[in-house]
């Protein structure tokens, strides 16, 4: 595996990368341009993040998750809100949390309903769409995350390196507080190579292909006081969610 910065693709390459490598790494002013708003913009999404809720679901007895979760779908530049509904992954994809169904708090409707948080799910699902060759409508699922040092450590990825059971994802980091670690490993699904690097400027943006690369954050560690690791992880599958088997819940 080798360690470096991120090694940033040109934008007009992305949907290719995606393709060659599994994976592409885009900076802050890139991720805006692809989403046609401001960084400032994009910044007024970023205090939602205080109000994150306690994830109750870890197996391993932590609190140092919080997070919100949402899912719509997109159909070319057309971005649906659904019913709220639980979060669920099978087992093949989360040993850890998957088999069953996690209810999380959606988002907040002030911060969905902000041009910038649809700006910015439809232009990376339009990179996804370009990067598939296919226009069929994508269910995206949206995890607003904080990851703490309350207790001392905090584990983005409790599971592991994994995948998601998905098309794509992408991690986007929005903020890194008084912390060590929370670097971000991806691994080849069928092969030896890998590489690492830590994202450490708000909204820098790594896009996956989930079925052909494996991913994972280390460990954070505190530095001060209230060190904590925030970042936006938004799923593109075809056909429908996982789960989808399931009637969704009502609000």
Not at 68 to 94: D, K
């Amino acid at each position: 595996m080798t360690t470096s910065n991120p090694i940033f693709t040109h934008p007009r390459h992305v949907a290719e990368a995606l393709r060659k490598d599994g994976y592409a790494v885009m900076p802050p002013q890139d991720v805006a341009a692809l989403a046609g708003v401001t960084l400032a913009q994009l910044d007024a999404l970023v205090p939602s993040w205080n109000a994150l809720e306690l994830d109750n679901y870890l197996k391993d007895g932590g609190r140092y998750r919080r997070r919100r979760h949402s899912c719509f779908v997109q159909n070319g530049a057309e971005l649906t809100q659904t019913a709220h509904r639980a979060h669920w992954q099978p087992l093949e994809y989360n040993a850890l949390h998957g088999g069953m169904n996690r209810l999380f708090e959606p988002m907040q409707p002030a911060t969905v309903a902000q041009p910038a948080w649809q700006a910015l799910v439809r232009g990376i699902g339009q990179l996804c769409s370009a990067a598939r060759r296919s226009t069929a409508p994508w269910y995206v699922e949206a995890h607003q995350f904080r990851i703490d040092t309350t207790d001392g450590i905090g584990r983005p990825t409790p599971e592991g390196a994994h995948r998601d059971g998905v098309d794509f994802v992408a991690v986007l980091l929005i903020g890194r507080e008084q912390i060590k670690g929370g670097e971000t490993r991806i691994f080849e699904a069928d092969g030896p190579n890998g590489k690492r690097f830590t994202m450490t400027e708000p909204w820098t943006m790594l896009l996956l292909d989930d079925a052909t690369v494996i991913h994972e954050s280390t460990p954070i560690q505190p530095l001060g006081e209230h060190g904590h690791r925030d970042t936006l992880v938004l799923t593109w599958r075809a056909g429908g969610f996982q789960g989808q088997e399931s009637p969704p819940l009502k609000d």
